[in-house]
T-cell receptor, first 113, second 116 residues
Framework: GENVEQHPSTLSVQEGDSAVIKCTYS??????FPWYKQELGKRPQLIID?????GEKKDQRIAVTLNKTAKHFSLHITETQPEDSAVYFC????????????FGKGTKLSVKP | GAVVSQHPSRVICKSGTSVKIECRSL??????MFWYRQFPKQSLMLMAT?????????EQGVEKDKFLINHASLTLSTLTVTSAHPEDSSFYIC????????????FGPGTRLTVT
């Protein structure tokens, strides 16, 4: 079945720096890759996603890149702010009609002022 | 928008009792709803997938007789934890998907279950 690996598990950056979180997946049939942000005790919020027919997508300070050949995708946050501090989860849809999401283990991002 | 509500947000129950958690999509019809369990500082573990009007599909290792899922309408799914035990204490989160093509999932706020 699908396996999603996420690195690093924790990431600490200085305010204004960039943060990069990387994920790899195993199922070559996966075609949808969302990223979620979860603050402590709250629901995961979809922040950006990418589909397999696109290599890169950007939304203001966040961007996601996808390399289908290597089966990895990354989240890039530029000009980080303290409010970016949270746990970020990547996910990949499994192949087939159900398309359930398999989540990575999460990255705890801390942005220091 | 795509708003998903979940009720209750917190529940404390005694060991051996059953607890029902509701998940509602408020402004869209959800073809599929998902139930996840999340332990502290850990990822989301998919428990089951439910499609409206059909039986839920459980992930390996999840007891279907213990975690009863009902998806009675396109806007409501319920999870009942039967004969709860302290080890069932966890954060349960549902999500709803509009359609299989877009595959976007929107999460409810979660339910913190504590079994004493």
């Amino acid at each position: 079945g699908e396996n999603v690996e996420q690195h690093p598990s924790t990431l600490s950056v200085q305010e204004g720096d960039s943060a990069v979180i990387k994920c790899t997946y195993s199922d070559s049939a996966s075609n949808y890759f969302p990223w979620y942000k979860q603050e402590l005790g709250k629901r995961p919020q979809l922040i950006i996603d990418i589909r397999s027919n696109v290599g890169e997508k950007k939304d203001q300070r966040i961007a996601v890149t996808l390399n289908k050949t290597a089966k990895h995708f990354s989240l890039h946050i530029t000009e980080t702010q303290p409010e970016d501090s949270a746990v970020y989860f990547c996910a990949a849809s499994i192949g087939g009609s159900q398309g359930n999401l398999i989540f990575g283990k999460g990255t705890k991002l801390s942005v220091k002022p | 928008g795509a708003v998903v509500s979940q009720h209750p947000s917190r529940v404390i129950c005694k060991s051996g009792t059953s607890v029902k958690i509701e998940c509602r999509s408020l402004d869209f019809q959800a073809t599929t709803m998902f139930w996840y369990r999340q332990f502290p500082k850990q990822s989301l573990m998919l428990m089951a997938t439910s499609n409206e009007g059909s039986k839920a599909t459980y992930e390996q290792g999840v007891e279907k007789d213990k975690f009863l899922i009902n998806h009675a309408s396109l806007t409501l799914s319920t999870l009942t934890v039967t004969s709860a035990h302290p080890e069932d204490s966890s954060f349960y989160i549902c999500s709803a998907r509009k359609d299989r093509v877009t595959r976007e999932q929107y999460f409810g706020p979660g339910t913190r279950l504590t079994v004493t």
